[in-house]
């Protein structure tokens, strides 16, 4: 157990780390450069370390640790919940800053800069995970270092079914997050954090579950077995798809590209029940009726 305790050491360091990065980033910089480039930069180191950590232990920790994949993903649940308390509005995700493009919530030049961010912050974070795996201060890490160079595909089915489950994963979680993103954080946090547990859980065994593009191509884009162009469509074009198809069963339509709803009719949130609305036309014929009578009574020059 002396192994898990340096990762969950190493965890807490990391969290502490990306928090101290974007308190000094928010006093240096403008809020515009901080919220689309800082913000995002810290959010994306500190979920790829993390996820790669993590990875390795779910990979390894069953036979080299003795313990099961239940460790792993209550550590997922709970280092989701911590970041998603200290993330101050960064995503973390391109799919997720894709969709705030489309709900006009953010411009083409900030999306690009958060783009941008997002790359660079997971690049970061798989070499200092590098880094910090070669020092090989558990035996995790030695197996980790011995096996690296023989890093095989995560996707484990075919590749429509692999992009399927990709989609479908990022389908439920960005349909979640439409639906939280607006409650207070007390309820929004812990229940992203319980759908990414979930679907990682289920949706591991085929594909790795990654559902972010950027996550994706830092830990498994390296690996043989599949073409840049497979791991392309299963981890870019898979969660996008699934993005798309949330944002459109959720909102009816996508406001980026265009205004008609196509799934739900813009009806009056106030209805007037039809008998009412009778009674108040009967109510008016007798006045209607006394108004013109006294105007056809009235003396014409």
């Known amino acids: 157990m002396a192994g898990l305790n340096v990762s969950i050491a190493f965890l807490f360091l990391v969290v502490g780390v990306c928090q101290a990065l974007r308190w000094l980033s928010k006093r240096l910089l403008s809020p515009g450069t901080y919220g689309c480039l800082a913000r995002e930069l810290a959010g994306s180191l500190g979920l790829c370390t993390s996820c790669l950590e993590l990875r390795m232990l779910v990979e390894i920790g069953p036979w080299g640790g003795g313990f099961g994949p239940d460790v792993a993903l209550t ?9 998603g308390a200290s993330f101050d509005g960064a995503s973390a995700n391109p799919t ?34 590098k880094l910090y795996w070669s020092w090989e201060l558990t035996h995790f890490h030695l197996i980790q270092n011995l096996i690296a160079s023989e890093c095989s595909s995560s996707i484990h089915t075919s590749l429509h079914d692999a992009a399927f ?6 389908f439920l979680f960005h349909l979640v997050l439409l639906k939280l993103r607006r409650s ?4 929004w946090v812990p229940g992203l954090a319980a759908t990414v547990t979930f679907l990682t859980y289920t949706a ?7 559902f972010n593009p950027a996550l994706a191509t830092v830990a498994t884009f390296h690996c043989s077995g599949n073409s840049f162009w497979d791991y392309v469509q299963v981890y870019w074009l898979g969660p996008l798809a699934g993005m798309l198809a949330a944002l459109l069963l959720y909102q009816g339509n996508v406001p980026r590209l265009f205004k008609k709803n196509l799934l739900y009719s813009q009806k009056s949130k106030y209805k ?9 036309m009967e109510r008016d014929e007798p006045r209607q009726k006394r108004r013109g009578e006294k105007s056809n009574s009235e003396p014409h020059a």
């Open 75 to 83: 550590l997922l649940f709970l280092l989701f919940v911590v970041h």
């Open 96 to 129: 997720v800053s894709l969709q705030e493009f489309l709900l006009l919530e953010s411009n083409l030049a900030a999306t690009a800069a958060k783009l941008l961010a997002q790359g660079v912050g997971t690049g970061l974070g798989w070499a200092v995970t």
């Open 165 to 170: 489950v990709e989609g479908t994963c990022s």
């Open 184 to 187: 207070h954080q007390m309820y």
């Open 204 to 210: 591991r065994p085929f594909t790795g579950a990654f």
């Open 272 to 280: 007037i029940p039809k008998a009412r609305v009778a009674a108040h």
